[in-house]
């Protein structure tokens, strides 16, 4: 079963499951080994498969929970990398996570262009403030990334509050630590901030 989401609804079951691990952190032990013990104990691929992906729709906040890399830190096993390669795959053929469409493109001057690529960090770092905390979690890269956590900020929409982020993924990729673009979804994120910059930024003419 196909099923779209909306950026909002992504971030919200990210949110969610941050909310998970803030509580059972947060409880006594006795308390955490009665409610959320399990949490350390994902779905085997081959459970997965005997619902997946018929019932996407049903089960998605909960896979979101061990699809995204910084949210399920306490499992132990071997076997996790084979699920969350799963679960990758199943999110690429299956979800879609629906973008916001530009009514014009963001027009920039080839002079603040320059000084974003050449002073790249800088242009970050000045940039972060615009954001939201969901937002610096992403545009930090300092976790690897899904490619819907991604699009789960809505980049057209908002090029113009993260235009030197994508200016560092499409561009600058060796200024990025090596644990996100180690990530399986790495290859697809670059190539989407290429795609982000390609249709929604112009520059001003030149008198």
């Given at each position: 079963?196909h099923?779209?989401?909306?950026?909002s609804?992504?971030r919200?079951?990210v949110q969610?499951?941050?909310?998970?691990n803030e509580?059972?952190?947060d409880m006594?032990?006795?308390?955490?080994?009665?409610?959320?013990?399990?949490?350390?104990?994902?779905?085997?691929?081959?459970?997965?498969?005997g619902?997946l992906?018929?019932?996407?729709?049903l089960y998605l906040?909960?896979?979101?929970?061990?699809?995204?890399?910084?949210l399920?830190t306490?499992?132990?096993d071997e076997s996790?990398?084979?699920i969350?390669?799963y679960?990758?795959?199943?999110?690429?053929?299956?979800?879609?996570?629906?973008?916001?469409v530009r009514?014009?493109?963001?027009?920039?001057?080839d002079?603040?262009y320059d000084?974003?690529?050449?002073?790249?960090?800088y242009?970050?770092s000045?940039?972060?403030p615009?954001l939201?905390?969901?937002?610096?979690?992403v545009y930090?890269?300092?976790?690897?990334?899904?490619l819907?956590?991604?699009?789960s900020?809505?980049p057209?929409?908002?090029?113009?509050?993260?235009?030197?982020?994508?200016?560092?993924m499409?561009e600058?990729?060796?200024?990025i630590?090596?644990?996100?673009?180690?990530?399986?979804?790495?290859?697809l994120?670059?190539k989407?901030?290429?795609?982000?910059l390609?249709?929604?930024?112009?520059f001003?003419d030149e008198?």
């Open positions: 079963m099923i779209n989401v909306t950026p609804d992504y919200m079951y969610l499951a941050m909310k998970v509580y059972t952190n006594q032990e006795r308390d955490q080994k009665k409610k959320f013990l399990l949490r350390a104990y994902p779905p085997t691929v081959e459970q997965l498969m619902h992906p018929q019932n996407m729709d906040p909960y896979l979101i929970y061990y699809h995204e890399p910084d399920c306490v499992v132990d996790f990398g084979e969350k390669e679960l990758n795959g199943l999110f690429k053929k299956y979800v879609t996570i629906e973008q916001g009514e014009s493109p963001y027009v920039v001057s002079a603040l000084r974003m690529t050449d002073k790249n960090d242009a970050c000045a940039a972060m615009a939201d905390a969901y937002e610096m979690d930090s890269f300092e976790m690897p990334l899904t819907e956590r991604v699009l900020t809505d057209a929409v908002n090029l113009e509050r993260f235009l030197p982020f994508y200016l560092k499409a600058l990729p060796d200024t630590d090596t644990m996100v673009t180690s990530s399986p979804d790495w290859p994120i670059r989407f901030a290429r795609d982000i390609y249709e929604n930024l112009d001003e008198e």
